[in-house]
């Protein structure tokens, strides 16, 4: 009798176990279930929170970009009315010569020295626009260039050597560094 006791014990003990075991497995289960849950739930925050932070960058470089197209616009602006202050302010001297020049016109015996006073202030600014770049473009018994002179029209030439040439120079042109901003106005001979 104690063997079948000992078996219906080992029995009931096997089943007991048995059944923790489900239990346990169920629990795990239920456990391991949970901690899928979890992790998913954490990944999908940490996706939203990157998602998050990724709109947050964009915003911040767009707000940067726009601020900086802001300025640079606000810069140019700046620039272009400012761009010509620093000739103007050196041109002023040029005009108070002139200034100078006027004043003494009307009291001067003599009209060489108005004629010289007058030389001098065309040098200074000649110089001065030298100086910006500005030089004055060659044309007088030149070969005409289109891509320097304007033939405003033709005459006959005075001798053999100026056909197809510069014969006068009705108005100068000139060169800012190398590139031409005005073209000479030129009579041609033929």
């Known amino acids: 009798m104690t063997k ?12 007991k176990t048995a059944q923790q075991n489900k239990k346990q497995q169920e629990k795990s289960k239920a456990k391991s279930t949970e901690n899928v849950e979890k992790e998913e739930l954490i990944t ?3 996706d939203q929170e990157k998602i998050a932070e990724l709109n947050d960058k964009y915003l911040r470089l767009a707000a ?3 601020n900086y197209r802001k300025r640079t616009l606000k810069e140019r602006m700046d620039l272009m009315k400012t761009a010509g202050e620093d000739i103007l302010i050196n041109i002023l001297p040029v005009m108070d010569d002139f200034d100078r020049a006027l004043g003494s016109i009307d009291q001067a015996t ?7 006073g007058v030389q001098l202030i065309y040098s200074k600014f000649k110089d001065f626009l030298k100086q910006r770049g500005i030089k004055e473009i060659e044309a007088k018994e ?23 040439k510069v014969v006068d120079v009705v108005e100068k042109g000139y060169y800012l560094n190398e590139k031409v901003i005005r073209f000479s106005k030129v009579v041609i001979g033929e």
Request: hydrophobic letters at 25%; glycine letters at 4%; proline letters at 4%.
């Open 142 to 164: 030149k070969e005409f260039d289109t891509d320097l002179h304007e033939a405003i029209t033709k005459i006959p030439a005075p001798n053999e050597n100026l056909k197809g």
């Open 64 to 66: 940067e970009y726009d």
């Open 110 to 116: 003599e009209i060489s020295a108005v004629k010289e």
């Open 44 to 46: 999908e925050k940490t």
């Open 4 to 15: 079948k006791t000992n078996t219906k014990a080992e029995g009931k003990s096997k089943t």
